[in-house]
């Protein structure tokens, strides 16, 4: 596989699947929209694509978001970004009526509850809109495709692998997690779970909590974990906004050098963290990546060129070809480690 000029030869050298679960972004050209978005003038073709994050403002989508118009853009289509601002179950419904009354062609989503949405995705792909999900799914029968950022497997085993080798394999650890209907997060949680049980013994898993992909909200509850939990050596955080929340409380602490913060994050949100000692490492998939890929997919379904079924191929512009698996996903690929040695070497 190959990746656009502008990614880094150490993310080319690996197969990535798309990531860092992290809300909301918006385009970098256009005005808003009827439903609160951001559009940007993405090519005069027939297709238009909408995107949908779990909330806007968030670094991970605004990522994701600029790989998908850039996709889009490159395929002639039109493109607008839209969202809530919150990450409720059910905040994206309104947003999924509007774009299907509105006739889009594909919506592209990532879904704050497995099910709260089906209805309005079904309601859309009765009126002919194609839905692909990234970074979080629905249900499968809600959706045409899922564009999976990395195996479940793959995501908890790097994370339980940088916390085991960052502590020595012994203490105890706490999960902050993102909403606690996060289908993504709670996939990875049980797995780690079951990886630590099984390989790291002396590892305890004493807490997890939620801090709802909120800045400021994450920011509190890793100080609520460091308070209620002295002994703590560890904070796993799958969240973008986690992590850099974890990290900056922790960098401006006695705890900072004591309390190793890993889980998955952008380069850019973290690069300080890292070089001010914070941080050790933490992983990703490229996001940008990941956005690129749901929208040429997307694009696929609307013209025909796939339908969704296991062994349909389809070409994804720059990095290249990919097959549909079982259940209508696509991977992109493995989640990537970034550290003080080669973190300088990327910009997303």
């Not at 039109?78 to 969202?83: L, P």
Request: net charge negative; with cysteine.
């Amino acid at each position: 596989m190959k990746f656009t000029t502008t990614r880094s030869a150490a993310l080319a050298a690996l197969a990535m699947s798309a990531a860092l679960a992290l809300a909301g972004c918006s385009s970098d050209d256009g005005g808003g929209d009827s439903t609160g978005g951001s559009t940007g003038g993405s090519g005069d073709g027939d297709v238009s694509i909408v995107m949908l994050p779990k909330n806007l403002g968030n670094p991970y989508f605004d990522t994701s978001t600029k790989g998908a118009e850039a996709a889009t853009q490159a395929f002639g289509g039109t493109f607008s970004e839209v969202g809530p601002d919150a990450a409720a179950p059910d905040a994206q419904v309104p947003f999924i009526n509007t774009a299907a009354q509105q006739g889009t062609s594909a919506l592209i989503v990532s879904a704050n509850d497995p099910s709260a949405i089906c209805d309005a995705l079904d309601e859309a792909r009765s009126a002919g809109t194609k839905v692909v999900t990234f970074d979080s799914d629905t249900d499968p029968e809600c959706r045409d495709l899922f564009i999976n950022q990395a195996t479940a497997e793959g995501i908890a085993q790097v994370q339980v692998d940088m916390i085991a080798e960052q502590i020595g394999d012994a203490g105890e650890v706490a999960i902050l997690s993102a909403s606690a209907n996060a289908t993504n997060q709670n996939a990875w949680i049980e797995l780690m779970k079951e990886q630590l049980a099984a390989d790291h013994p002396d590892i305890t898993l004493v807490d997890t909590v939620y801090g709802n992909d909120d800045d400021q909200t994450s920011f509190d509850k890793t100080a609520a974990l460091l308070q209620s939990h002295p002994d703590l050596k560890g904070i796993i955080s799958p969240t973008t906004v986690g992590i850099a929340a974890a990290a900056r409380y922790v960098s401006t602490s006695d705890y900072k050098g004591k309390v190793a913060i890993t889980g998955l994050g952008t380069p850019n949100q973290m690069r300080e963290y890292v070089e001010d000692g914070t941080v050790t490492e933490f992983a990703l998939w490229n996001p940008e990546d990941l956005g690129y890929l749901a929208a040429y997919a997307a694009n696929a379904l609307v013209t025909g060129e796939i339908t969704g079924e296991e062994g349909d191929t389809f070409e994804a512009g720059d990095l290249g070809e990919f097959t549909v698996d079982a259940d209508a996903t696509v991977l992109l690929g493995d989640p990537y480690r970034f550290n003080a040695d080669n973190i300088g070497d990327f910009d997303f």
